[in-house]
């Protein structure tokens, strides 16, 4: 037995609950529930561009999941399947032992058998594949928001991106409230519930990941429109309310990612069922503006004057 | 639209075949054929381990698809869908178009689907996951060995190894067999229509990346048995052959990863079969030896004496 293959072995061999074969072949076996179709998605998170070599490898481990179990929340589908490929540049088992038990804590909560995966030596880079049932024609796509609709964020923003700057040293926070929005940011939680209590109620969806404008952004596009929101109204944490008269935390809560939480639009007829939706899975949604003719995202802030947004999100080319 | 929708847009979106929704959304949607079951395997390869950073980028996008592709073959699946994810130290234009143009070229040669992926800031590295169908139970598995089965492997081995040993003057040949043995290495066969001949006919196969001990081993491995293979029998090009006195060259052909031929094994009975599959498919494939109790693998030579194997195959973190 190969070293590499003994890796994969000693560190993400576990039973799986849905899977016909997973792990030690040329592929993993599955067979998808009849009347379902797939959707699938991949990211790839990278030393130092998207988080921090040194950061606890538990919350890495989670973190490189939960962000592609994200993905499958904001399509409105049930993550089955994961695979997992690791470049590392040293075999660290104590390291190793660590990212599995929090990729394993993620894989737990949200019901994810990990059927494959693979282990290259290289730069530390991490590469998952998601993926996830849904009814046929019943995902929340991006292109589907209707004019009129009601835009709804769940959870609360800037949290994550508060604890990036402090931590990068660009703004100034109070040692235990860097704990506190640090937890947002390396251990963030997918919100597969609400997607799946979505169905048949939103008519589009998208994960928070690049920021608020620029992922609704990418919905005003799919979808041909434009929105208009009420900075007031964006849900944010008491701590990002703080310091909510800099123009710099402003920002990050219109602009700044990783968040993951999910930004949605639905008929305002369906307001009430929405909320019903948030008390039942014990998640605040709040209301924050509407889809509008044209192509133009404008924020209005508490006097109603629009706000100039120059910064729309965290760009990994920028 | 951000600089890196804009990558994708440029040089990642082309139409589709068999999928409902690909790229642009939070994941793509596929809808699997009744009866059918999912292959999903993942190779990550990285500049430095598994390629020379400055490897024509054509050559490199197909070969990073193809050894994915190769996973299929050695499970006798038919290769459908793959994600692509992408970490570059800089957008380069002309080296993603033709980074683009190999990997779709293998993508058009093969039937199968970009249908999401990302892209980021990073130390060159590349990872693909393949999906494939298969009718239930058909899958060709490492574990279906069975005792007295014949070991066969198409094409040729060794030209890769030998390329690879070449540029990296371990090994010295003339420049136009360089350009030869190269071709081998930098733009691998997938044996996709061999492998889906062999359903109902082998009992296990594998691809031959890691060297040929080293992937008859995990046949063996997996299905607990033994097996005798002879030196002689070893199919290899002319130009590995000129070169087969030295014991170089020698664990080049048993030892070298990369060819991506398929080992795989089946009862005597069929060999008439698979003889004639192979001139079906017009590649030729090489009956080398069987499986024996036990759980040793033994290689012999011209004269029926066992070789010494100590060079087992390529492994990547050796």
Redesign the interface.
Known sequence: ????FD?IRRHFMRPTQHT??AG?????????S?GM??????????????FFADVEPYRLGWKTLAVNIS??A??A?QPR?A?????LPE?DDPWLEEFARGFYACADEFGVDL?????????L?L?V????E?P?GQ?L???GAQLGDEIWVSGRLGDAALALAAMQKRFSIREEQLETCRTSLELPQPRVALGLALRGIANS???IS?GLL?DLGHIL??SGLGAEIALPDIPRSALVDEYAASPTVVAMILGGGDDYELCFTAPADRHADISRVGQQIGLPLSHIGYITSGSSLLVRDRDQHLIDIKET?F????
Do not use: Y
């Open positions: 037995m190969s070293p590499e890796l016909r074969l030690g072949d040329d592929a993993a076996l599955i067979e998808v009849a179709e797939l959707a699938i998605s991949t990211d790839m998170l990278v030393a130092g561009t998207h993905d499958m904001a399509m589908a399947w695979t997992l490929s690791l470049a075999v059927v494959g995966g693979d282990t290259t030596r290289g730069p880079a590469n594949q998601i993926m996830g849904i046929n995902a796509r991006r292109s969806a998208i994960d690049d620029a596009k799919c999100g760009d990994h080319f920028a």
